[in-house]
């Protein structure tokens, strides 16, 4: 079986522009999440999609944004791009309920800001 | 608001001796779980606690969950260098869709 798989791997964009990173779910599951994580930080919670709508948001500006299309594959757009975002930008997917909510990860796009 | 603290942030030992990592909820949590991430690497789920008191055991990391569901323990016997990585705590609040909150996570680094 598939894992989660995201696509680009890496990722070089410039000031300004706009970016758009990929992630395919582990078939079956639902719910889709984004995290960006700085070098070495944590987990910074951006979004949480299922069935098709957002259901949570993390503390980020508005020019984060994505969807998840009727496949429960999701998109990640960031517009605007500034240096800060440069980070590894990481999908997990999962299915819902109690009990069953674990996140199975992706490798994650690097995104580099220049 | 609902948050899962976790400490402490780093960790430096020397190799077999052991480690600990806490995490901690003021409200009451419905399961937690823990994950590690390797240097260059993604996070992996570990293990899943949902009963109060539960202690679990994977070879030398022993996982408990606290009596009143609010606080759990990662623990490491005899650290090894492939144990080096980020521990991650992930906390699961009942209602709504069981919203997962990571903690800071701890880096561990082992010292040959």
């Known amino acids: 079986e598939a894992g989660v798989t995201q696509s680009p791997t890496h990722l070089i964009k410039t000031r300004g522009q706009q970016a758009t990173l990929r992630c395919s779910p582990i078939?079956?599951?639902?719910?889709v999440y984004w995290y960006q994580q700085a070098l070495g930080l944590g987990l910074q919670f951006l979004l949480w999609?299922?069935?098709?709508?957002?259901?949570n948001r993390g503390n980020f500006p508005p020019r984060f944004s994505g969807r998840q299309f009727p496949n429960y594959s999701s998109e990640l757009n960031v517009n605007a791009l500034e240096l800060e975002d440069s980070a590894l930008y990481l999908c997990?997917?999962?299915?819902?309920?109690?009990?069953?909510?674990?996140?199975?990860f992706g490798a994650g796009t690097r995104l580099s800001v220049l | 608001g609902q948050q899962v603290m976790q400490i402490p942030q780093y960790q430096h030992v020397q190799e077999g001796e052991d480690f600990t990592t806490y995490c901690n909820s003021s409200t009451t949590l419905s399961n937690i779980q823990w994950y590690k991430q390797r240097p260059g690497g993604h996070p992996v789920f570990l293990i899943q606690?949902?009963?109060?008191?539960e202690v679990k055991k994977q070879k030398r990391l022993t996982f408990q969950f606290g009596e009143a569901k609010k606080n759990s323990s990662l623990h490491i016997t005899a650290t090894q260098t492939t144990d080096v990585g980020t521990y991650f705590c992930a906390g699961s609040f009942s209602g709504g869709y069981n919203k997962l909150i990571f903690g800071a996570g701890t880096r561990l680094a082992v010292h040959p």
């Open positions: 078939s079956g599951h639902t719910s």
């Open positions: 606690l949902v009963k109060s008191g």
């Open positions: 999609y299922d069935e098709g709508e957002e259901r």
């Open positions: 997990a997917s999962s299915l819902r309920g109690a009990g069953k909510n674990i996140q199975y």
